[in-house]
Each structure stands twice: as structure tokens, then as C-alpha cells.
């Protein structure tokens, strides 16, 4: 993949998800770019992630739960070096006290001992970890996104692990999580001729919940399929400048629902998206180490 193909617009698994829940929450995303800022939520399942990240830098006898708490106030510290702002997401503690900081990381810490009692990360060689996977279907659908963690046997077997800061959902949320793993899979299936042997899914909330899945090649084409259809829906919106919006639940937590119409709002003219045509260069599509799935 050459370096013009590797800068346009791709279809990531969150944009694809936002395009199946509201395509014009996929506008303001991915072509308005309109900042969000992340929830306490969000922002703590980042954090955790980092740890977890890192933990893998050590080595084995020494990945325990002390040196993951050690390393949540150093995450914290760099990231409000990058973005000071930040600090200010952080909520008063419900009881009360003015620690809110503190009173915050504790409740990381808590996710990261629920994480413990899940795993043992002594026992656990990553093949890799925030691995870039970039593939074009052959129908010319771009691919691109980063998955947490990536376990290969000594057969070459693979195991997709990807860390959510809630809980575990219900049937439909499950359904929501696995199209994101799919993504990945079907992903490593281009990029690596082999089918993941296993999707895991680690929820850090509520006492913490491992779901797995074993993907087959059929349901990875028949996936793949679904997101053909979602890129040439994209492609066609982007055509007519007709991002439509989708009522739901979740527009009560939208960061952009004062610009909907749905909600006699008024979104900004559509700027078009040269770069969907490749007509212009843009800077590559997603970045590691996003907001975790709360």
C-alpha cells in the first residue's frame, strides 16, 4: 500500500459503528472533525488502557498489581502534559471530599484489579500490542484500525483481546462489541491468510466478565460484505451531501445535538470530502490509543 493510499479516508471499526447508528454523527466525526470532549468514563478507560499497555513493557514476574497501580498516576501526568484540559473532566467525588483526582484514579485502580482477577499477565506473551492493521477489501473498501492486543501460540495461532472499561453488555450491546472484533478479524484474515482462532472481549465493570468468540472464514466474507455496504452508503452520502440523522436513546448523550436537525438543530454546510475521491491528501484516519468502550 502506497503512501497516497495509506493518507485517504478509511473505514475504521468506531466510524463504522457510528455510521450504522447515525450517519450524521459519522459526518460531524469523521468529515467535520467536530471536537468531543470525553467523558470521566471515557477518559478513565484510556487511562487504564495505557496502563495495561505498558504493563506488557515489563518483564513477566514483574506485571502484578503494584507496578500497574505505579503506573496509573505517571499515565495520568503524560497525558495532562499533552492536554491539560482534561483535568477539568474529572467529576467531584459522589461522596464527597476534595481530592477529586485521587478519588478518580481510585476508581481506576479498582478496573485494573478487576482486571487481575481476570488474568494473569505473567503468563501472557502479547505478539503485539496497539497493533495498526490496514488492508483493502477486494472490492476496493480501505480498512485501518488498531486493536489492543494481539496473543499468537506457538502454532501461529491468533487471539484478538481487546479491554472495555464498563461492564459486560446485554445481547444487543454483546452484538455491538463483536462487530468491532469482527472488523479485526476479518482484518488479520487479509493481512495474515489465517482466521483468529478466538475474539476476547475483557469488561473491567461491575466484577468483570470475559466473553469469547470463534469467528469462521464464511462469517468473515458475509461480514465483510456489511461493511461494503456501509462504505458504498458512505460514499453516496458524501455524493449528495445527505447525511442523514438517526433518532435513538443515545442522542441524550450526542456531543453534538444542538447541531441536529432531529433535535431542531442546525448542522454546519457539508464541506465536502475531497479526499474520499482522492483528490487531496489528508492526514492518516485514527490514531492509537482511543477513547476505551465504556
Same mark, same amino acid.
Request: proline share 10%; aromatic share 8%; glycine share 8%.
Given at each position: 500500500?502506497?503512501?497516497?493510499e495509506r493518507?485517504? @479516508?478509511?473505514l475504521s471499526?468506531?466510524r463504522?459503528?457510528d455510521?450504522?447508528?447515525? @450517519?450524521?454523527?459519522?459526518r460531524f466525526?469523521?468529515v &467535520?472533525r467536530?471536537?468531543?470532549?470525553?467523558s470521566?468514563?471515557?477518559?478513565?478507560?484510556?487511562v487504564?488502557?495505557a496502563?495495561l499497555?505498558?504493563?506488557?513493557?515489563?518483564?513477566?514476574?514483574?506485571?502484578?498489581?503494584?507496578?500497574?497501580?505505579s503506573?496509573l498516576?505517571?499515565v495520568?501526568?503524560e497525558?495532562l502534559?499533552e492536554? =491539560?484540559?482534561l483535568?477539568?473532566v474529572?467529576p467531584?467525588?459522589?461522596?464527597?471530599g476534595?481530592?477529586r483526582i485521587g478519588?478518580?484514579l481510585?476508581?481506576?485502580?479498582?478496573?485494573?484489579?478487576?482486571?487481575?482477577?481476570l488474568e494473569?499477565p505473567?503468563a501472557?506473551?502479547?505478539?503485539?500490542?496497539e497493533?495498526?492493521?490496514?488492508?483493502?477489501?477486494p472490492?476496493?473498501?480501505?480498512?485501518?484500525?488498531y486493536?489492543?492486543?494481539?496473543?499468537?501460540d506457538?502454532d501461529?495461532?491468533l487471539?484478538?483481546? &481487546?479491554?472495555k472499561?464498563?461492564a459486560?453488555?446485554? /445481547?444487543s450491546?454483546?452484538?455491538?462489541?463483536l462487530?468491532?472484533m469482527?472488523?479485526y478479524?476479518?482484518a488479520?484474515l487479509?493481512?495474515?491468510g489465517?482466521?483468529?482462532a478466538?475474539?476476547?472481549l475483557v469488561?473491567?465493570?461491575?466484577?468483570?466478565?470475559q466473553?469469547?468468540?470463534?469467528? &469462521?472464514?464464511e /462469517?468473515l466474507?458475509?461480514?465483510?460484505r456489511i461493511? /461494503?455496504?456501509?462504505?458504498a452508503?458512505?460514499?453516496?452520502?458524501?455524493?449528495?451531501?445527505e447525511?442523514r440523522?438517526?433518532?435513538s436513546?443515545?442522542?441524550?448523550?450526542?456531543a453534538?445535538k444542538?447541531?441536529? =436537525?432531529?433535535?431542531e438543530?442546525? @448542522?454546519?454546510p457539508?464541506?465536502?470530502?475531497p479526499?474520499?475521491r482522492g /483528490?487531496?491528501?489528508?492526514?492518516p484516519?485514527?490514531?492509537?490509543?482511543?477513547?476505551?468502550g465504556?
Amino acid at each position: 500500500m502506497n503512501e497516497d493510499e495509506r493518507r485517504r @479516508p478509511a473505514l475504521s471499526p468506531s466510524r463504522a459503528a457510528d455510521f450504522k447508528q447515525c @450517519p450524521l454523527l459519522y459526518r460531524f466525526r469523521a468529515v &467535520d472533525r467536530l471536537p468531543e470532549a470525553p467523558s470521566p468514563a471515557a477518559l478513565r478507560g484510556t487511562v487504564v488502557h495505557a496502563v495495561l499497555e505498558r504493563l506488557f513493557d515489563l518483564p513477566a514476574a514483574e506485571r502484578v498489581p503494584a507496578a500497574a497501580r505505579s503506573l496509573l498516576p505517571r499515565v495520568w501526568a503524560e497525558l495532562l502534559t499533552e492536554a =491539560p484540559e482534561l483535568a477539568a473532566v474529572i467529576p467531584e467525588p459522589a461522596e464527597g471530599g476534595t481530592d477529586r483526582i485521587g478519588a478518580w484514579l481510585t476508581s481506576a485502580e479498582e478496573l485494573l484489579e478487576t482486571y487481575f482477577a481476570l488474568e494473569d499477565p505473567r503468563a501472557v506473551e502479547p505478539g503485539e500490542r496497539e497493533l495498526l492493521v490496514e488492508t483493502v477489501l477486494p472490492s476496493g473498501v480501505p480498512l485501518r484500525g488498531y486493536l489492543d492486543r494481539l496473543d499468537v501460540d506457538g502454532d501461529g495461532g491468533l487471539r484478538i483481546v &481487546d479491554y472495555k472499561s464498563g461492564a459486560a453488555p446485554r /445481547e444487543s450491546g454483546e452484538s455491538r462489541a463483536l462487530f468491532q472484533m469482527k472488523f479485526y478479524a476479518l482484518a488479520l484474515l487479509r493481512l495474515r491468510g489465517r482466521v483468529p482462532a478466538q475474539l476476547r472481549l475483557v469488561y473491567l465493570g461491575r466484577g468483570g466478565e470475559q466473553l469469547s468468540y470463534r469467528p &469462521d472464514a464464511e /462469517e468473515l466474507q458475509r461480514y465483510g460484505r456489511i461493511l /461494503e455496504a456501509i462504505w458504498a452508503a458512505i460514499v453516496e452520502a458524501d455524493r449528495t451531501g445527505e447525511f442523514r440523522p438517526s433518532r435513538s436513546a443515545a442522542c441524550e448523550w450526542c456531543a453534538h445535538k444542538a447541531l441536529c =436537525p432531529a433535535w431542531e438543530g442546525t @448542522p454546519p454546510p457539508y464541506p465536502g470530502w475531497p479526499e474520499l475521491r482522492g /483528490e487531496a491528501p489528508t492526514a492518516p484516519f485514527g490514531t492509537p490509543g482511543g477513547m476505551m468502550g465504556s
